[in-house]
């Protein structure tokens, strides 16, 4: 009897271990990640942030919290508290998708004293992506933005 007892524990553990996986996997969202197409557009925060991801590589960023966004300043930029400049984006790791996005600001706007980067990560993927600005490992999101729906062009 013991013996059956400690056969049946041996094979329960591994059937429990890997339902353990599928769970945290399925915890993680429809991907958490995305593609370079579904980066590219508008995304606005809270407060009037906004990031705008072109396809070409380039972005825009106004009215993001300086404290939303984990840099090395020494100094941090003149401003009312929030963040505004320009730059380029990338996919980290893989190319085809990913759930990182690094931006690498220009040394302009509130980055005049010199170029800048910092990671935005894919809290939410699916049909309303949400991504977040990557400011403390031990804290979980930071500042969050969502992607705009497109607007249909104008008919003149």
């Given at each position: 009897?013991?013996?059956l007892?400690?056969?049946?524990?041996?094979?329960?553990?591994?059937?429990l271990?890997?339902?353990?996986?599928?769970?945290?996997?399925?915890?993680?969202?429809?991907?958490?990640?995305l593609?370079?197409?579904?980066?590219a557009?508008?995304?606005?925060?809270s407060?009037g942030?906004?990031?705008?991801?072109?396809?070409?590589?380039?972005?825009?960023?106004?009215?993001?919290?300086?404290?939303?966004i984990?840099?090395?300043f020494?100094?941090?930029?003149?401003?009312?508290?929030?963040?505004?400049g320009r730059?380029?984006?990338?996919?980290?790791?893989?190319?085809?998708?990913s759930?990182t996005?690094?931006?690498?600001?220009?040394?302009?706007?509130?980055?005049?004293?010199?170029?800048e980067f910092?990671?935005?990560?894919?809290?939410?993927a699916?049909?309303?992506?949400?991504?977040?600005?990557?400011?403390?490992?031990?804290?979980?999101?930071?500042?969050?933005?969502?992607?705009?729906?497109t607007?249909?062009?104008?008919?003149?």
């Amino acid at each position: 009897m013991k013996m059956l007892r400690g056969r049946v524990i041996a094979a329960a553990v591994p059937v429990l271990l890997l339902g353990g996986l599928f769970a945290l996997e399925a915890c993680t969202g429809p991907s958490g990640e995305l593609s370079a197409q579904e980066v590219a557009g508008v995304w606005k925060g809270s407060g009037g942030g906004r990031v705008e991801f072109v396809d070409d590589g380039t972005f825009t960023m106004s009215g993001i919290p300086q404290s939303a966004i984990d840099f090395s300043f020494i100094d941090f930029p003149p401003g009312r508290g929030n963040l505004s400049g320009r730059g380029e984006w990338n996919l980290r790791g893989d190319a085809d998708r990913s759930g990182t996005i690094e931006l690498s600001f220009a040394a302009t706007g509130s980055f005049s004293g010199g170029p800048e980067f910092t990671f935005l990560q894919v809290e939410e993927a699916g049909d309303r992506p949400k991504l977040y600005f990557d400011t403390n490992p031990d804290k979980g999101y930071g500042y969050t933005i969502r992607r705009q729906a497109t607007e249909p062009p104008r008919i003149r």
